[in-house]
């Protein structure tokens, strides 16, 4: 078996040569421009269909419950992530992220027709959402692969942060679009126009080509199943990449999780708003969090003591989440968001940097469906949350969330000093 690559090319450059092009020095590459123009319309599209499918579900039952299910279905598939990384490793990748995208519009449109003809039921959003996500499974490791072989090494990080930019751009504007054209023209056609963004991205596809692949001649002629245990071995055996994922979930399950799904009740109990208006601002703060976390990442991309800058990400978002449990003001709880987003979007470009580094080509799919099992995780965490709120509060929950990883991390930190000595 291959030992990770890891790079010197960063190291050997003047490091005039390697900060050159600046925040946006990804985009100069062609195939990389069609893929950062591709997140923006699925962007888009996804956070139009999160909003209005909450919308529908609330619409047809008026259950909280139902919401968290129809949204939770959109989740679950991603703990087949893993399986979609050795479909990104044995196929090309491009061809099969064109067909994925093209099943994702399919489904969009489909669903608008549905609302259009006035048949929509309960189940119908249930399947959606669970098609949907099964989508996403696929879709998350694939792009985040082939960010990986449209950029060189050494601009792996500024890619990965631009990336994020535009994902969290439409997230500060995709919800308020969505609830204004479900007000103006019916949720049907945020559906038929979530179709169309996902039809866009199939045509910016259609061109690109993986002008950094490695090739894979690593790879061994194999059945899928000897595939997937050979990434789950590999990830056991080399220890920055353990150490890279678990430090990705320890934020999603404790720091994200937590808020993500104890937000409107924070919102209605703690900062007195039962009609919800501040709710929507609230993940606006969230948005501009991450957006601005995305910048500053995609500015300073050359910093070279990335374990470091991981852990102090994690860190950083764990006291996040402890200060907000402190707070009943609605202006000093929207700054503690901008801030807590900003170390979690840090966390996550760092630790998908540093996977994508270490990790040679022909492993790059099993390792970054290994790695996106967090979302897949999240809502496990969610349910903690909502048990610990329940039983006390949503203060009390976010306490034990923010403590639970600050301790984690710290024992991490301790323990793994090769992972904070570790330096691309």
Known sequence: MQAPHRSTEPSDRPRQARVRGGTFAALRYRNYRLLWFGTIFMSA??????????????EL???PFQVSVVLGLRALPMLTAPIAGVIADKFDRRVVLLLDQAYLAFLAAVFAVILQ??????????????????????????????????VPRDRLMNAIALNSMAFNSMRMIGPGIAGGMIALLGPEVNFLLQALM?????????????????????RKAQSPLAD???GMAYVMRESVLRYSIILSLVPTLTLMAFIQTQMPVFVAEDLGDSEGALLGFMFVGMGVGGFAGAVLVARFHAIEHKGRLSLTGVAGAAVAVLALSQVDVWWHAWIILVAQQLF???VMTTNNTIL??????????RVMGIYMLDIGMQPMGGVVAGLI??????STAWIIGGAVGLALVTLIAFTAPSFRRLRL
């Open 45 to 58: 599209g996804t956070w139009i269909q999160q909003v209005t499918l909450g919308w529908l579900a609330y």
């Open 61 to 63: 039952t008026g259950s």
């Open 117 to 150: 003809l006035g048949f929509v039921e309960l189940w119908h959003l249930h399947a959606f959402s669970f098609l949907s996500g099964l989508g996403w499974a696929l879709n998350n490791p694939l792009r985040q692969t082939l960010v990986g072989n449209s």
């Open 198 to 218: 996902y039809g866009a991205v199939v045509v910016l596809v259609i061109p690109f080509r993986a002008e950094f692949a490695e090739g894979r001649e690593g």
């Open 228 to 230: 997937l245990r050979e």
């Open 344 to 346: 979690f979007i840090m």
């Open 356 to 365: 994508q580094s270490v990790t040679p080509d022909y492993m790059r799919g």
């Open 389 to 394: 709120a329940e039983s006390y509060s949503v």
